[in-house]
């Protein structure tokens, strides 16, 4: 499936205008998957970021409806970031499973 991104912003001078996920240049120059929820991004640690662009260009095509795919590909992204920085919550959190 073909994403139709928007153009990346810059973090510190815009911030989204919806919520939902969004892909995020990291510092080091990758990147990576944060949600948008209540005007704060919600992956928590924060991840490190400058940039962040949308899924859709399609103002008018919410990603939460017509992109599950890609709201699934990113919440993978998202748990992979987080296992690849804090492998350690990864362990403690299938040995309470």
Not at 12 to 20: I, L, N, Q, T
Not at 22 to 32: F, I, P
Not at 68 to 77: E, L, P, V, W
Request: with cysteine; proline share 6%.
């Amino acid at each position: 499936m073909d994403i139709d991104t928007t153009e990346w912003f810059p973090l510190d001078r815009c911030a989204p205008v919806r919520e939902g996920w969004y892909e995020v240049r990291l510092k080091n120059g990758d990147t990576a998957f944060a949600r948008f929820v209540d005007e704060h991004w919600t992956e928590q640690p924060v991840l490190v970021f400058t940039h962040w662009r949308g899924l859709s260009a399609d103002p008018g095509a919410s990603p939460d409806t017509e992109h599950i795919d890609a709201q699934a590909a990113a919440a993978q992204g998202v748990r992979a970031v987080w296992n690849a920085f804090f492998p350690a919550m990864e362990e403690t959190h299938q040995a309470k499973e």
